[in-house]
């Protein structure tokens, strides 16, 4: 994954120009679109609105570019955005949270016998509808941890809260899953 030394941001300069705004953003998007993508449909399981967070993100880290300070990672700054823009749609449109399309896990999939491919999909879907049940505040520190392997610090940062609850909601939402998925398994 790329940080701060990879893409150049002129973070000591008053003014940035457009064009080297352009170009940053350009670098940011090809490095981090998928995964903004993703941490946005976590939140708002929907691939559509996930889409429009994920523009909305890049828009806004655009326009605020002469605000990053380097201080954090490029990628918490980004999942920090992410994050507050998530849970301001979420907020504005009281969304129902739906069950997520069957399509969004086709990437998942290897070139494996048909009924291999089949269980291990079935497993990731189970495990992920899990996910998806808990309440968003283990459900977004779960994702942050295992799928963006951010380090507690670093998800401390991106949520804008203490390193403590990171770990204790951390906890709380591995054994709320372990829950799930027993009780999902024993159905």
Not at 165 to 174: A, M
Request: overall charge positive; hydrophobic content about 35%; aromatic content about 10%.
């Amino acid at each position: 994954m790329r940080d701060n030394r990879d893409i150049p941001i002129p973070f000591d300069q008053e003014e940035v120009h457009e064009q080297e705004k352009e170009q940053i953003l350009k670098e940011l998007m090809a490095s981090y679109s998928q995964k903004v993508f993703l941490l946005a449909y976590s939140f708002v399981q929907d691939h559509g609105m996930a889409e429009d967070i994920s523009q909305e993100v890049f828009i806004k880290c655009y326009q605020n570019l002469k605000q990053y300070r380097g201080e954090a990672s490029l990628s918490t700054w980004l999942y920090r955005i992410t994050a507050n823009t998530s849970k301001d749609v979420l907020r504005k449109n009281k969304l129902a949270i739906l069950m997520q399309p069957r399509q969004f896990f086709e990437p998942f999939k290897r070139s494996e016998s048909p009924e291999v491919s089949y269980l291990k999909q079935d497993q990731r879907e189970e495990v992920l509808q899990s996910i998806f049940s808990l309440p968003i505040k283990y459900r977004e520190i779960l994702i942050l941890y295992y799928f963006h392997e951010q380090k507690v610090e670093e998800i401390a940062v991106s949520l804008a809260i203490n390193s403590n609850t990171v770990r204790t909601r951390l906890v709380r939402g591995r054994e709320r899953l372990k829950r799930v998925l027993t009780s999902r398994i024993g159905e």
